[in-house]
């Protein structure tokens, strides 16, 4: 069974420019979250998906997006990219909700320049 | 105050010691998740557990819901244990990460 896959795995972006990151959980997987992981702030929630709705949302600015797809793929979007949005993104995916065992990806490393 | 905390920060052994990492947390949950961490940033999850205790190899994991703590414990540490520790709680519909503990493990 495949893992969780988020691609790109590296990024290497402007200040200003937007961003699009992806997701594909675990087949049969709902639920998928995005995490952002800094040295300073450590691993903070983003938002989660479950079937195609956001149900939560972290304490992130409105440039942070998401969206999720009919086949539970999920991307996520940042738009006008800030130096201090460097950081790993991190998704997860869970059979149902988030209350369920979590399957990390390997997390995509953006580093804005 | 951080809603989960963990301690220690850091923790050196050698080989075959035996480790704890405690896990204290401040909201309510409905269960707890110990992750691991290698550098390069995949996470694998450990354990998820809502009460009592479990075991995996050398992995033991408990928690206590009226004390809000868990703990983590590895048996006959090896170099391949090393890696960062992080415990999560499951708070409504979202995970809060404690900051980590970053394990090293000498031959």
């Known amino acids: 069974k495949a893992g969780v896959t988020q691609t790109p795995r590296y990024l290497i972006k402007t200040r200003g420019q937007q961003v699009t990151l992806s997701c594909s959980p675990i087949?049969?997987?709902?639920?998928v979250s995005w995490y952002q992981q800094t040295p300073g702030q450590g691993l903070q929630f983003l938002f989660e998906?479950?079937?195609?709705?956001?149900?939560n949302k972290g304490n992130f600015p409105g440039r942070f997006s998401g969206r999720q797809f009919s086949n539970s793929r999920s991307e996520m979007n940042v738009s006008t990219l800030e130096l201090g949005d460097s950081a790993l993104y991190l998704c997860?995916?869970?059979?149902?909700?988030?209350?369920?065992?979590?399957?990390f990806g390997q997390g995509t490393r953006l580093t804005v320049v | 105050k951080n809603e989960v905390e963990q301690s220690p920060q850091n923790l050196t052994a050698q080989e075959g010691e035996f480790i704890t990492i405690n896990c204290s947390y401040s909201?309510?949950?409905?269960?707890l998740h110990w992750l691991q961490q290698h550098p390069g940033g995949g996470i694998v999850s450990l354990f998820m557990?809502?009460?009592g205790k479990k075991k995996h190899g050398r992995l033991i994991a408990t928690i206590n819901i009226q004390e809000k703590h868990s703990s983590l414990h590895i048996t006959a540490s090896h170099p391949r244990d090393s890696a960062v520790y992080i415990c999560?709680?499951?708070?409504?519909?979202?995970?809060?990460f404690g900051t980590g503990t970053r394990l090293q493990v000498f031959p």
């Open positions: 997860a995916s869970s059979l149902y909700q988030a209350n369920t065992e979590a399957f």
């Open positions: 087949s049969g997987h709902r639920s």
């Open positions: 998906y479950f079937s195609e709705t956001q149900r």
């Open positions: 909201v309510g949950i409905s269960a």
């Open positions: 557990l809502s009460s």
């Open positions: 999560a709680v499951h708070n409504t519909d979202k995970l809060i």
